[in-house]
């Protein structure tokens, strides 16, 4: 392979890795302070124990994203020298911002972990969790901002092939920042909480049946509830900037050539690539115009209204499929829990159930490894859409698959590391334990 397929693919491989890592930095310190009040104000101390567990697990996952994010920027500027050079200084603003919210959020959480019952008000110590959110949030909130404007660039002029008369200020709030920031924050919130619900239900399917797993399950499946909505109505936001801003992404997703009203959805199905006929899809009538324009008559751009070489890879049909679909289970089970719940003859806590919450983890990552992959494979073949090409901002060095190799190699002992450090720390240390534990000592 050529020095452009070996960075494409260390990018890929660094960003799918760190995006696991970062969606847990993001999502679970709104469930650690969800938690802790409810645990403070019931005076439930399974609640504020699930504070305490949530949060030892948190800070593993906060170092080794810590390291992926410290790749992310290294690769920035060893793989795709052009772009940096080009746009550097108008992304430079928001890469710093998102390091100074890391660190804002680095020192409340040593302050939080080290002040447990340290304050005759223990609603002292739950404030120390909102800038642990705020700092998480805002870290998403400002590397998305950078992915936004390589979408929807703005805020500068060009003079001889330069970058002028530059206003990072505008070129953080692009176009495509609300969308994006909203599905971002929305996602991660949702997944923190199925993978919570996850562990609590994994414990419950191994013969623990405490109150404690069965608060945890109820806390986040209603949170998830809501929050799977808000994804949901988010996503029909994103893809309407799509029809307005970025059509010929949208278009790749549903396999829509010809730009036409009443357009239907196309979910599923295979493509002839030479004759772009569909065969063996479910089509929505009226469904895409809908979706992209609130109209069952709106219009819809197609790709043959753009340059075959400017189309993105037309597979992206299938993750943009892939991912809407676990979206609805996300929205379908805790909908069922709940019902079932309210149901006195049903037990909401059966195996069918527990066994489906515990799905939603690992199904809830693959949808976030399924959205940035669409995210930017979508965005093809533009590094900076309308200025640049990734062929052009590519590094010439011709070693980049050693290197691939080498934090492949990182990347699989992180993993493994923090496998290891998260099983040993719960493993042998139930919460059932605990409780017991905390009661003898009180």
């Known amino acids: 392979m050529n020095a452009l397929n070996w960075s494409r693919g260390l990018t890929e491989m660094t960003l799918a890795f760190h995006i696991l890592f970062a969606t847990v930095g993001v999502g679970i310190p ?19 124990l699930m504070a305490r567990r949530w949060t030892r697990g948190f800070v593993i996952t906060v170092a080794v994203g810590v390291v992926t994010g410290t790749c992310i920027g290294l690769q920035l500027s060893l793989l795709w020298p052009e772009f940096m050079r080009f746009a550097g200084n108008v992304i430079s603003l928001p890469l710093f911002l998102e390091t100074f919210a890391f660190f804002f959020e680095a020192i409340f959480l040593g302050i939080y972990l080290y002040t447990w019952n340290r304050f005759s008000n223990p609603y002292l110590h739950w404030l120390l969790t909102l800038p642990i959110v705020i700092g998480s949030s805002a870290s998403a909130l400002f590397i998305t901002m950078v992915n936004g404007f390589m979408n929807t660039p703005q805020g500068f002029t060009i003079e001889n092939g330069k970058l002028t008369s530059l206003d990072p200020l505008a070129a953080m709030l692009n176009p495509a920042t609300p969308s994006k920031v909203a599905h971002v924050l929305s996602s991660a919130y949702l997944t923190a909480a199925f993978l919570l619900g996850m562990i609590a239900a994994f414990s419950m399917l191994r013969g623990r049946n405490n109150d404690y797993y069965k608060k945890s399950i109820r806390l986040n499946m209603m949170t998830g509830l809501l929050l799977a909505a808000a994804t949901i109505w988010i996503g029909d936001a994103s893809a309407k900037f799509l029809a307005e801003n970025q059509p010929e992404k949208l278009a790749a997703a549903e396999w829509h050539f010809e730009t036409s009203s009443h357009a239907s959805l196309v979910i599923g199905g295979q493509l002839n690539p030479v004759t772009n006929e569909i065969t063996g899809a479910i089509k929505i009538p009226w469904a895409l115009s809908v979706l992209a324009t609130n109209h069952p008559n709106g219009t819809v751009v197609g790709l043959n209204d753009f340059p075959e070489d400017q189309w993105p890879p037309l597979y992206v049909h299938y993750l943009f499929d892939a991912m809407v679909g676990i979206g609805f289970y996300l929205l379908a089970v805790p909908v069922i829990f709940l019902i079932m719940t309210r149901m006195k003859r049903r037990n909401a806590y059966n195996r069918w159930m527990l066994w489906a919450i515990f799905a939603g983890g690992p199904f809830s990552l693959l949808a976030i490894e399924l959205g940035w992959f669409y995210a930017e494979v979508g965005r093809q073949p533009w590094i900076l859409r309308g200025y640049m090409r990734v062929s052009d901002a590519v590094t010439t060095n011709p070693h980049v698959g050693i290197t ?8 699989l002992l992180l993993g493994i590391v923090c496998l290891l450090v998260l099983s040993r720390l719960f493993r042998n240390k139930p919460a059932e334990y605990e409780l017991e534990e905390r009661r003898i000592i009180l």
Do not use: M, N
Not at 30 to 48: Q, T, V
């Open 30 to 48: 709104i469930f650690i302070s969800i938690a802790e009040w409810i645990g403070i104000r019931k005076k439930d101390p399974h609640y504020s």
């Open 404 to 411: 691939f190799w080498l934090f492949a190699a990182l990347y």
